[in-house]
């Protein structure tokens, strides 16, 4: 019966190809666990999975494979020296929709022809150093000795004085990376044990070679960068991999030009894989039995027989290495030949007699390298060390699993499928739940599943991330209620088995209770599967970003922390604020799991929904580790997977640059219809930024350089004409200010008042142009009006001083405080639309009902209260154009709430035809490329839409604006900005005259009634 083990990509290993063992059904005797295990172990070792798939036809076999090789490679082998915790699943479904690996063309060499790499190789006695341009010649070279028993620190300098010295009268523009080849156990930030600085562990010299000489630098195992050194000054043309045969074994894999290697590096060396399956093999350094790398510990004073031996199993680790992955070159570098010895023939002998019966192509040589004189070979690791650091360099890597759903109800269908597949193989599971507006759809799944398909909870327990302190259970906001609200009450979970931070915990009890509830997560075995959400982004006044928390866990956070008492940042308290009635009302405490608390789970699923989302997602998958976006921590996790939806993933590189990381289908691109050239505008329209060059100046070595020949070979490399039918699009969707509509019916929807100031420029335009325009604000605003505000507008409107002397000390009724919120916020923007020169009578306050009742019900249902008074108006105005938020960035927010009001209200309206332009509330423009319609608009103009946002008092004070992306700067100065973006666009692309520095986008679209007229 076959057995296959499927990888997070896809590939797939037929366990019965390397005939180990013969499986028998019905009793399992004759399951040989201990050669499965090794074939299992080799597997990882070289491709590095944090899970694997073992598929069976009989799920009897399946289960019992499962069980006893998973005890068996976690008790067996030394899992803590490749990264530890692989799993081994019976499916991974989602999967197989999208795998994890991302083939970029940047990652090939010969693409940077005017830019330097540089690359290091340390060595147990000195260090070699070469800097080579884009096609691999070497520019400048050097090296020098080492004195390890000086200390890493005295090894470290020596490398950082070498890279200044060859650095030294190069132009540092053009320096594009530095790659370092270390020997030792290398992990993706830190070095884990370096054998050239004796017995050290855990040195950041990633972080310390970049801080001394401003370049980016990337580490990788020795052997590896040797292999990928030789094929370049070889020339050899394929696939292949090395073994180095001296006191040690050493070796790469080198695959489509690249080297492959285990998660954690350290897992791709050659010398571990186990060739000796027997019981009493020997062990070796690494902790396990049977390694090759066991049984070559020296090749000196060797008899003819121990070499026949050695032979022998280096044929057996070559015919591993084949299976697992189809090379058919095999370079050995080896001391044995100087012997005499005929170590190539007996190999290949073995190889055709013992291991590989039937003729082979595999070809085994000796290794080029010792062809080339001692003074040359010593460049070769430094050579494709710089190799590697100028692949990596244009790689803007993914850093941990990122799968990526259509929408927001496709992630929670898959996170639950996730959640109940785990239920189902272990009905005593221990889950780890989140709250907020993202999982909703999780656990309307769960519910579902639990209801229709039996998913049963009965034996499960959960543990809650976090509670808000102090907050009472019974709450409206607490998530106490929340999870009773969607989950809990809805399944057959036993009360017991709940865990909900404590909020009503005394003071001083609290410290004693956080470290009661990390016992309870222990006794219960510890958490199978955490869920968590994320937090939004913000920027420090140094431009910094941070945020990213999870759970409760804010920004700066230690990595290590557990369960306890935590502050609030403002920004979680605004983002949180829409629940509550006001933001004085929203907690400045919690209780939350800690971060280490979190790492501590087997698997870790984060949710993410919406464009709000994107920024931070971006920093936490491909930046770097730092306490400043907690969410980072995720990438040491061994198990964690980012299930977004495409909004939320819209910044990822392979998102933005798809042309970077997938060989695009631009035929398709050039057979859409004029106006839907996305991909192939945004891709120009790149190359004019990171070229600096308008369009018309665009030649074919700016394609060839940013790698879009594919694109321009479809043009018959016919610049001008792709060039300039991109020009022609986007020159059509221009509108300059005199074009703008004229004498039009025109509605603007605010979803507050004065959040249309975002488009004051383009609206005060149409004021100007005899259009009838009304202001329509759906909703008060008042949540975000501070009580300072509201004493500020007390005293210039001369109220009652027992008013203001009742909100300073707390003490006004909460329904008359946001009465006089309403009313400040109300009275700004007729002051900032009566400057934009529209009267009070068109500006409409519709305060729909649904903002000022914040509860768990009414965070997703709308009501007729809330429908009809738009409907009513749709019916009086049968407006010609209408201005609607657009670009929704958070799914369960506001403005999108406000988007489903206004689309359910023109449904049920007179209305048979109107023209729709969407505007976009973020910090952010829709993309030139994306957009339907651009006004550009000059410095006079922008200076006249900063005083009338300026209008808006209340909102200048960033703390309290839930606009994503927070920011330090005043809502005036980072709009600004915005428009400041599009405008450096279209003057680089050559699109609109010197004056005009500043642009808005609008997506346009015409809604036609299905009603027959």
Avoid at 312 to 319: E, G
Avoid at 514 to 529: H, P, T, Y
Avoid at 600 to 627: C, F, N, Q, W, Y
Avoid at 633 to 645: C, D, G
């Amino acid at each position: 019966m076959d057995v296959t083990i499927r990888l997070m990509n896809n590939q797939t290993f037929l366990l019965s190809k390397f005939d180990f063992v013969e499986f028998n059904v019905e009793t399992k005797k004759e399951i040989d666990l201990r050669k499965l295990s090794i074939k299992i172990f080799n597997i990882i070792n070289i491709f590095g999975p944090k899970a694997i798939v073992l598929e069976c036809e009989d799920k009897a076999l399946q289960s019992y494979l499962i069980k006893s090789l998973s005890f068996s490679l976690q008790n067996k082998f030394t899992f803590e020296k490749l990264g530890g915790g692989v799993q081994i699943l019976t499916s991974l479904p989602f999967y197989s929709e999208e795998p994890i690996s991302l083939t970029s063309k940047i990652k090939k060499l010969g693409q940077f022809e005017n830019q330097i790499g540089l690359g290091v190789e340390v060595g147990g006695k000195t260090i070699n150093g070469v800097c080579i341009d884009g096609n691999g010649n070497i520019i400048k070279r050097s090296g020098r000795s080492i004195k390890k028993e000086e200390g890493y620190r005295s090894v470290i300098n020596s490398i950082i004085d070498l890279i200044k010295e060859l650095l030294e009268s190069l132009n540092p523009d053009k320096i594009k990376s530095v790659g370092i080849g270390i020997p030792g156990g290398i992990g993706p930030i830190v070095v884990r044990r370096m054998i050239a600085m004796g017995d050290f562990h855990d040195i950041n010299l990633k972080a310390e070679i970049e801080t001394a000489i401003g370049h980016p630098t990337f580490i990788e195992n020795d052997a590896n960068v040797i292999a990928l050194g030789e094929k370049e000054i070889s020339r050899i043309d394929g696939d292949f991999f090395t073994l180095t045969l001296g006191e040690s074994v050493g070796g790469g894999i080198i695959i489509n030009d690249r080297i492959v290697h285990g998660e954690n590096y350290f897992a791709g060396e050659l010398g571990h894989i186990i060739i000796d399956d027997t019981v009493d093999a020997s062990v070796c350094g690494c902790g396990n039995k049977g390694c090759l790398e066991a049984k070559m510990s020296t090749i000196s004073d060797l008899t003819e027989e121990k070499l026949d031996e050695i032979a022998n199993d280096v044929a057996k680790a070559i015919k591993i290495i084949v299976d697992l992955t189809n090379i058919d070159q095999v370079l050995i570098g080896s001391n044995i030949v100087k012997f005499g010895y005929n170590f190539y023939e007996t190999v290949r002998d073995n190889l055709k007699t013992r291991f590989i019966p039937k003729i082979t192509p595999v070809q085994v040589y000796e290794s080029s390298l010792e062809r080339f004189p001692e003074t040359e070979r010593k460049f070769v690791g430094a050579i494709g060390a710089a190799i590697m650091g100028m692949q990596k360099v244009g790689e803007i890597s993914e850093k941990v699993v990122v799968v990526i759903k259509k929408d927001d109800q496709e992630m929670g269908k898959a996170a639950a499928q996730i959640v109940a597949e785990q239920i189902r193989r272990k009905p005593n599971t221990v889950l780890g739940l989140a709250t907020g507006s993202t999982p909703i759809s999780m656990y309307k799944e769960l519910v579902r599943m639990h209801k229709e398909e039996n998913l049963d909870f009965s034996k499960v327990t959960t543990f809650n991330l976090d509670e808000y302190y102090p907050l009472e259970k019974e709450n409206s906001q607490s998530y106490h209620t929340f999870m009773h609200y969607w989950l809990f009450n809805q399944i057959n979970i036993n009360p017991k088995n709940v865990h909900i931070p404590n909020g009503e915990c005394s003071e001083k009890d609290l410290e004693s209770y956080c470290e009661s509830f990390e016992q309870l997560v222990q006794k219960a075995g510890g958490i199978d599967i955490q869920i968590l959400g994320i937090g939004e982004s913000f920027y420090t006044e140094k431009r910094e970003i941070h945020g990213g928390h999870i759970g409760f866990n804010e920004s700066g956070s230690d990595f290590f922390s557990r369960t306890r008492k935590v502050g609030l940042a403002e920004k979680t308290r605004v983002d949180n604020s829409r629940f509550f009635q006001s933001m004085e009302e929203v907690p400045r405490y919690a209780v939350t799991m800690g971060i280490g608390t979190i790492l501590d789970a087997r698997r870790i699923i984060l949710l993410a929904s919406g464009e709000h989302k994107a920024l931070i997602i971006k920093e936490a998958v491909e930046g770097k580790i730092t306490p400043f976006i907690p969410a980072s921590a995720l990438q040491t996790h061994v198990n964690t997977t980012f299930l977004i939806e495409e909004g939320a993933a819209s910044k990822l590189s392979r998102m933005s640059y798809p042309w970077l990381f997938f060989d695009m289908d631009w035929m398709n691109e050039t057979d859409k219809t004029e106006t839907d050239n996305t991909k192939i505008d945004e891709a120009i329209i790149w190359v004019s930024l990171t070229t600096k060059k308008p369009l018309t100046q665009l030649d074919l070595q700016d394609f060839h350089n940013n790698f879009l020949s594919e694109l321009l070979q479809l043009f018959n490399y016919n610049v001008p004409r792709l060039t300039s039918e991109v020009l022609e699009r986007i020159n059509e969707k221009i509108l300059f200010k005199e074009k703008l509509p004229r004498h039009k019916n025109i509605l603007v929807i605010s979803c507050r008042p004065g959040d249309d100031g975002i488009i004051a420029e383009t609206v005060r335009t149409l004021v100007r142009n005899n259009n009838n325009l009304k202001i329509i604000n759906m909703v008060s605003g008042n949540i975000n009006v501070k009580n300072s505000d509201v004493i500020d507008y007390c005293k210039q409107n001369l109220f009652d001083k027992s008013i203001i002397e009742d909100i300073q000390e707390n003490t006004i009724d909460m329904m008359k405080l946001l009465e006089l919120k309403t009313l400040v916020r109300k009275s700004e923007a007729i002051d900032m639309h009566a400057y934009m020169g529209i009267p009070s009578e068109n500006q409409v306050f519709l305060n729909l009902p649904f903002y000022e009742t914040r509860t768990i019900e009414k965070i997703v249902e709308i009501s007729d209260v809330d429908i009809v008074p738009l409907v009513t108006i749709l019916d009086q105005e049968q407006p010609d154009l209408i201005f609607i938020p657009g670009g929704i960035t958070d799914p369960h927010g506001l403005k999108a709430r406000i988007v489903e009001i206004f689309e359910l209200a023109l449904k049920r309206s007179t209305i048979r035809k109107v023209d729709l332009w969407y505007y976009k509330t973020t910090m952010e423009e829709f993309s030139v490329a994306r957009g339907n319609i651009i006004v550009p608009f000059s410095e006079k103009e922008m200076d006249l839409k900063i005083i009338a946002i300026q209008r808006l008092s209340s909102q200048q004070v960033v703390d309290f604006l839930t606009i994503p992306g927070y920011d330090p700067r005043p809502l005036w100065e980072r709009i600004k900005e915005r428009n400041q973006s599009v405008g450096h666009i279209l003057k680089i692309a050559g699109l609109v005259p010197g004056e005009y520095n500043y642009g808005s986008i609008y997506q346009v679209s015409q809604y036609v009634s299905d009603v027959s007229l």
